[in-house]
């Protein structure tokens, strides 16, 4: 099974975009969902991540208060509503199964399921 990622483009920085997770397969077990990105040149680092039970919510610095990661239980589906991007936000963007601990849930080793990614630029 395989996390299918969606919803980048190019934008100009203050600009919006939603990005879309679906796994391959309707029935997929997984304790959360979790969104990377990784800029060419650059180490993979984490974004956000929501927990399936209880709808936790988890964001790195860099992104809180702009970005907003939401789940839709019914479809399986995590979205992440970027709002006001900036230069530093192009990445390619990839979804994953959160498959370890909480206390784990930044560290993408805990991950599995990735998918292939979605480019997001976001030109100055």
């Known amino acids: 099974v395989q996390l299918q990622a969606s919803g980048g483009g190019l934008v100009q920085a203050g600009d919006s975009l939603r990005l879309s997770c679906s796994p391959s397969?309707?029935?997929?077990?997984?304790?959360?969902i979790g969104w990377f990105r990784q800029a060419p040149g650059k180490e993979r680092e984490f974004v956000a991540a929501i927990r399936w039970s209880g709808g936790y919510t988890y964001y790195a610095d860099s992104v809180k208060g702009r970005f907003t990661i939401s789940r839709d239980r019914a479809k399986n589906t995590v979205f992440l509503q970027m709002n006001s991007l900036k230069p530093e936000d192009t990445a390619v963007y990839y979804c994953a199964a959160h498959r370890g601990i909480l206390s784990t849930v930044r560290v993408d080793t805990s991950y599995s399921n990735w998918g292939q990614g979605t480019q997001v630029t976001v030109s100055s």
């Open positions: 397969e309707r029935t997929f077990s997984n304790n959360g």
